[in-house]
């Protein structure tokens, strides 16, 4: 789930850091801090983005071998926040006034015609090599990209349970520009109010004789305090809410601007300050350190950013500190270097290339990056960011009729029309989810069942790249991951029902909703359901693969079931399912020992619904493939052999299911309806030409109701024996 970031090349008076041969007609930069406010070009700082982007490369390309390298999108914020707030504060001190227009065309013709071209690329690569199943979303990132909201997008998606599995786009690295862009748009207000808060400062009319000094230090005073009480709110915010929802956390701008501002209290230290702390080396090495630290120290699975991010962010304060020529001993030398300014220059378009070269190099080929193809990848990359550098962003953001006019460097940013417009013309003619029904040739789950001979091939229905989610689940009817209230839907007969069946348990006792809700309708029984996301319905304290740590809304969750179905629903059966995987449960490790623990959790609330007079029925756990099917049928075609998966590697042998029933003396039937998904040696992508799955473990509501005939069979046999006996003599 982590990405990246870029910070935009800003340093010097003019606000654009960039080597000396690219500061065309420009004051030469001084090497040397001279007091606050007054910083030159830093080569440093460009080795600072060099090591930067070589984290977040290497993170991308083998994840593995730099498992915190997406902490390289930390050090760009830190650099950001200080070059920015730098560059504005020098415009303010030596102006008096700041230009909203000036600042944001700067910006806009920096970064926004480099992005475009990407984008723009990316999205015609993609329309040829990507599975159809992911133009859609890859189109609505390109158009969130674009216009700088993907991390808000994404951040939607990471708690939208229907998207939070889905593959990563090209274009997914993306959000972290939204973050500083949306951090460009917010920071000069600050200045601009610590500006008019100088202008009608009280002491102003009192000091006649220097009247910009006394302006002067109100408004460094108010910018100063202002910064660090955003990046204290912020900073709290971040911890916050990366204990309550890490997936959204991560993408979110108000957990990410402390970073930035963090750099800016840096930027904003009085020269005294600044000076002392540029001269001692040792602090550059020791921010070295604490970088390449978090790298090893910080993991996919750390809860992030929150309090950890210190790591980073204060290995980056120290470097940038210490980390100028003034430090004798410092490691000026090393990220001055001649190899690490290179990069350093390049950085952007570095960051804004590489990670659609691997995703679609990796789409293209079948697999991901290997040791021959890695660093052809990360070489292609950097000779087409060398490319954009001196063939785009340096062309538009030097070119003299375009940078001496504000509006005109404020017009680039219709660059981004381009990307949006070739996307928005893919999503108006998507056609909506497939809505039709199943006819002749498509016997789905009838081909297994009643071993027929081979049918014609048909095209797959449903279409993989037209899928809808279950009626219940576009319903509402599915509670949301982090939510401890029960949901409680009813379908069928809800008049005068001969027989009320509950449904309850996770997205996976889902799967059997469509028969369910046909055999209801058919047998005048009320079904009513009961289902919570990723929550198995069980006693015992669960792991939440999420926020990777304790679960408790989904305890809460289960025990306000358990009462609401004893005293409330009182149904006559309910029929359970979750799933099988690790993801649901007790211990972030599988393995034999947390499936009894689920399953003894729940044994314990059946045998609570058996003492009530209400009768049970588990469904086994279904297949899980391991990919997306829908993806892997869309990129085969009729070739559904590669998308096949070992029945023995899919079906669980020993789920929780099978240890709550032994926990209860076999008193509760568990239907086993596998041998109708999976063949005896594969799971097919595709059974009797109907797509089983919807991702890599929800049935399809059209292969479930193939499924109907054969369920009806297996509860005719088990009800009169879950029933109590006056419920069996009034429904026979």
């Given at each position: 789930?982590?990405s990246t970031s870029e910070a935009t090349s800003q340093a010097s008076d003019a606000g654009e850091g960039r080597g000396k041969e690219h500061r065309q007609g420009e004051e030469a930069a001084q090497p040397r801090e001279r007091g606050r406010g007054e910083r030159g070009f ?29 902490a390289g999108v930390d050090v760009f914020f830190v650099i950001s926040g200080y070059l920015i707030t730098g560059h504005l504060w020098r415009t303010c001190k030596k102006t008096g006034r700041l230009s909203l227009a000036d600042f944001w065309g700067r910006r806009a013709r ?601 369920l009806r069979d297996k509860l005719t046999g088990v009800l009169d024996k879950t029933l109590p006996a006056a419920k069996r003599s009034a429904l026979s």
């Amino acid at each position: 789930m982590s990405s990246t970031s870029e910070a935009t090349s800003q340093a010097s008076d003019a606000g654009e850091g960039r080597g000396k041969e690219h500061r065309q007609g420009e004051e030469a930069a001084q090497p040397r801090e001279r007091g606050r406010g007054e910083r030159g070009f830093r080569p440093d700082i460009q080795g600072l983005r060099a090591i930067a982007v070589s984290l977040v490369v290497i993170y991308h390309v083998y994840p593995s071998a730099l498992p915190g390298g997406f902490a390289g999108v930390d050090v760009f914020f830190v650099i950001s926040g200080y070059l920015i707030t730098g560059h504005l504060w020098r415009t303010c001190k030596k102006t008096g006034r700041l230009s909203l227009a000036d600042f944001w065309g700067r910006r806009a013709r920096r970064l926004i015609p480099a992005a475009a071209l990407v984008l723009a690329v990316t999205w015609g690569v993609s329309y040829l090599v990507l599975p159809s199943t992911q133009l859609a979303d890859t189109a609505a990132q390109i158009r969130a990209s674009a216009l700088y909201f993907q991390n808000w997008q994404l951040a939607g998606e990471a708690v939208n349970y229907l998207q939070s599995g889905s593959a990563a786009t090209p274009v997914q690295h993306f959000w972290s520009l939204s973050v500083e862009e949306q951090f460009y748009l917010v920071w000069p207000l600050l200045f601009g109010l610590a500006l008019l808060t100088a202008r009608y400062w009280p002491g102003r009319s009192r000091a006649a004789d220097a009247p910009h000094a006394v302006g002067t230090k109100v408004a460094y005073r108010t910018v100063l305090a202002l910064t660090a009480a955003l990046v204290a709110a912020s900073l709290a915010y971040s911890v916050y809410d990366t204990h309550a929802n890490e997936a959204q956390a991560y993408f979110v701008t108000t957990t990410r601007m402390w970073e930035l501002g963090a750099g800016g209290l840096l930027a904003l230290l009085p020269a005294g300050i600044s000076d002392r702390l540029g001269r001692l080396g040792w602090l550059g090495w020791a921010g070295l350190a604490l970088i390449i630290a978090s790298q090893f120290v910080l993991t996919g699975s750390t809860p992030f950013p929150g309090w950890i991010a210190l790591l980073p962010v204060v290995g980056t304060l120290a470097l940038i500190a210490g980390g100028s020529s003034q430090g004798r001993l410092g490691p000026w030398r090393l990220t001055s270097a001649r190899p690490l300014s290179f990069l350093g220059d390049i950085s952007y378009s570095l960051y804004l290339w590489h990670f659609p070269v691997i995703v679609l190099w990796t789409a293209w080929h079948g697999k991901g990056p290997g040791l021959v193809s890695g660093p052809i990848l990360i070489l292609a990359s950097v000779i087409l960011a060398w490319l954009t550098k001196i063939t785009v962003e340096d062309r538009i953001r030097l070119a003299p009729f375009i940078a001496r006019h504000r509006w005109r460097s404020l017009s680039t940013a219709l660059a981004a029309v381009v990307p949006v417009t070739l996307v928005m013309a893919f999503l108006v003619a998507q056609p909506g989810p497939w809505n039709g029904r199943l006819g002749p040739g498509y016997p789905g789950a009838a081909s297994l069942a009643d071993k027929l001979a081979p049918i014609p091939d048909k095209p797959v229905l449903p279409p993989p790249d037209k899928l809808k989610v279950p009626t219940y689940w576009a319903e509402g009817c599915l509670q949301a991951e982090h939510v401890a209230a029960v949901k409680t839907c009813y379908f069928g007969d809800t008049k005068n029902p001969t027989l009320k069946i509950a449904l309850v348990g996770d997205s996976m006792a889902g799967n059997w909703w469509a028969p369910l809700a046909q055999i209801a309708t058919q047998e005048h029984w009320e079904l009513i359901t009961e289902l919570h996301a990723t929550c198995a319905w069980t006693a015992t304290q669960l792991y939440d693969p999420v926020n990777k740590g304790a679960y408790p809304t989904c305890y809460q969750w289960g025990v306000s079931l358990l009462s609401d179905l004893i005293t409330t629903v009182r149904p006559d059966v309910v029929i359970t399912s979750e799933i099988a995987s690790e993801t649901s449960l007790a211990h972030p490790a599988s393995g034999p020992q947390a499936s009894a623990d689920v399953g003894a959790g729940m044994a314990t609330y059946w045998r609570q619904l058996q003492d009530h007079g209400i009768g049970v029925i588990a469904m086994r756990e279904t297949p899980i493939t391991g990919m997306n099917d829908p993806a892997c049928v869309a990129k085969y075609g009729m070739d559904t052999q590669p998308c096949a998966v070992p029945t023995s590697k899919a079906v669980s042998t020993d789920p929780p299911s099978t240890y709550a029933n032994r926990d209860l003396g076999g008193t509760v039937p568990v239907i086993n309806m596998n041998s109708l998904i999976c063949g005896p040696a594969l799971c097919p992508a595709v059974v009797g030409n109907v797509l089983v799955y919807m991702d890599s473990h929800h049935l399809t509501q059209s292969y479930a109701q193939t499924l109907t005939p054969y369920l009806r069979d297996k509860l005719t046999g088990v009800l009169d024996k879950t029933l109590p006996a006056a419920k069996r003599s009034a429904l026979s």
